[in-house]
T-cell receptor
Framework: GENVEQHPSTLSVQEGDSAVIKCTYS??????FPWYKQELGKGPQLIID?????GEKKDQRIAVTLNKTAKHFSLHITETQPEDSAVYFC????????????FGKGTHLIIQP | DAGVIQSPRHEVTEMGQEVTLRCKPI?????LFWYRQTMMRGLELLIY????????DSGMPEDRFSAKMPNASFSTLKIQPSEPRDSAVYFC?????????????FGEGSRLTVL
């Protein structure tokens, strides 16, 4: 089955700096790569996703890049703000749907004031 | 619009007791998922349903765990008997495949502590 590795497990950055979280996946047939943000005491929430026919996608301060050859994808957050502090999960699946999603172990992002 | 609703939010029980967690998915969603979250193992898929039918239960840890979805608006996850290693946050999530992006909508979770 699919295996998703996520690094780092904890990331601390100064407010205003950029943050990058990286994931690798094992199944070359995977074609859907969402990122979820989990705030304290809440369930994860989708923030951005990318499909394997696209190399990069942006939404305001967040962007995701995908390298199919290397089987890795990354989340980039620019101009970080205190409200970006949360746990971020990457995931991968085949078929483009929510079924079959395999999640990474998560990255705890801490924004230092 | 109401999101995914889970109950109870917190449950503390003693080893050996039966635990039932409940979930109401978003109306119109045809997929329902149960996940377990722990520090050590992250988010693990336990089971998911499509149109109320269990599709993949390979993540269910053992026979002590069972899940049902009697209708499109209700699902339960039962642990009997419970053990301390079952302590975790259990999430229910729903999704619509038809015309969707595949987004999972999570509830706020049920935090289970087994003493």
């Amino acid at each position: 089955g699919e295996n998703v590795e996520q690094h780092p497990s904890t990331l601390s950055v100064q407010e205003g700096d950029s943050a990058v979280i990286k994931c690798t996946y094992s199944d070359s047939a995977s074609n859907y790569f969402p990122w979820y943000k989990q705030e304290l005491g809440k369930g994860p929430q989708l923030i951005i996703d990318i499909r394997s026919n696209v190399g990069e996608k942006k939404d305001q301060r967040i962007a995701v890049t995908l390298n199919k050859t290397a089987k890795h994808f990354s989340l980039h957050i620019t101009e970080t703000q205190p409200e970006d502090s949360a746990v971020y999960f990457c995931a991968a699946s085949k078929g483009g749907g929510a079924d079959g999603l395999t999640f990474g172990k998560g990255t705890h992002l801490i924004i230092q004031p | 619009d109401a999101g995914v609703i889970q109950s109870p939010r917190h449950e503390v029980t003693e080893m050996g007791q039966e635990v039932t967690l409940r979930c109401k998915p978003i109306s119109g969603h045809d997929y329902l998922f149960w996940y377990r979250q722990t520090m050590m193992r992250g988010l693990e898929l336990l089971i998911y349903f499509n149109n109320n039918v269990p599709i993949d239960d390979s993540g269910m840890p053992e026979d002590r765990f069972s899940a049902k979805m009697p209708n499109a608006s209700f699902s339960t996850l039962k642990i009997q008997p419970s053990e301390p290693r079952d302590s975790a946050v259990y999430f229910c999530a729903s999704s619509a495949r038809q015309g969707s992006t595949g987004e999972l909508f999570f509830g706020e979770g049920s935090r289970l502590t087994v003493l």
